[in-house]
């Protein structure tokens, strides 16, 4: 059977982009309350914000210099010719950037590099199981190269063999996919221990 998939393209959130990635966090899950400032806040900052100053602050983030995370994109299907919408979003930046990260007594802090981090994914769940996640951490090795960084980190989830897992679970990522782009696990403990999943800390040199 033949079937048409649409292609995806990863660029860098901006204010041009901004719309298709408020629809997508709309849909639901984490992002709906968090947009993406849960590490990039120490936690009591983050907690005396409301949802709508969460949303200004990712807005603020999207037109500055430097972008928060990238967004993928395909033709939207009900949409007018050329509109495109959001399927997939990945936040990354230098590590020096998410305070909670910084500050965090569970996540270990390998050494003292100019690392650069990637902290979490989402995917629409339309567009789950088409590899969208892999293309947006395929894109985010070369965007974080270009941007002069040595060494690109993460944090995802320890699945056991045969183990399943819940997407809402899984926001930073399985350790397999990262894997297969190429990272190295560098510390085996990276969550509080008392959490049904643990995550581990992984890193590909650039």
């Known amino acids: 059977m033949w079937f048409h998939r649409p292609v995806i393209r990863v660029v860098p959130l901006?204010?041009?982009?901004?719309?298709?990635?408020a629809v997508l966090f709309r849909e639901g899950g984490d992002p709906r309350w968090c947009w993406c400032q849960y590490w990039r806040l120490r936690s009591k900052?983050?907690?005396?914000?409301?949802?709508?100053?969460?949303?200004?602050?990712?807005?603020?983030?999207?037109?500055?210099?430097?972008?928060?995370?990238?967004?993928?994109?395909e033709p939207d299907p009900e949409?007018?010719?050329?509109?495109?919408?959001?399927?997939?979003?990945?936040?990354?930046?230098p590590l020096a950037s998410?305070?909670?990260?910084?500050?965090?007594?569970?996540?270990?802090?390998?050494?003292d590099r100019p690392v650069w981090s990637v902290v979490c994914f989402a995917v629409a769940s339309s567009a789950r199981g088409r590899g969208v996640g892999t293309a947006l951490?395929?894109?985010?090795?070369?965007?974080?190269?270009?941007?002069?960084?040595?060494?690109?980190?993460?944090?995802?989830?320890?699945?056991?063999?045969g183990e399943s897992i819940v997407a809402e679970s899984?926001?930073?990522?399985?350790?397999?996919?990262?894997?297969?782009?190429?990272?190295?696990?560098?510390?085996?403990?990276a969550s509080d221990p008392s959490s049904r999943h643990r995550r581990v800390v992984v890193r590909r040199e650039l």
């Open 14 to 21: 901006a204010p041009d982009t901004w719309d298709a990635l």
């Open 45 to 73: 900052d983050f907690a005396a914000l409301k949802v709508p100053e969460l949303r200004a602050r990712l807005a603020a983030q999207a037109a500055s210099p430097e972008p928060p995370g990238l967004v993928a994109l």
């Open 79 to 93: 949409g007018a010719e050329g509109r495109e919408r959001a399927v997939g979003w990945l936040s990354l930046g």
């Open 98 to 111: 998410y305070d909670r990260i910084v500050r965090s007594k569970v996540i270990p802090r390998v050494d």
């Open 137 to 161: 951490l395929d894109a985010a090795v070369t965007y974080a190269r270009d941007r002069g960084a040595v060494a690109l980190e993460a944090y995802p989830v320890l699945v056991e063999p």
């Open 170 to 189: 899984a926001f930073t990522g399985t350790l397999p996919m990262f894997e297969r782009a190429g990272f190295m696990v560098v510390a085996d403990r």
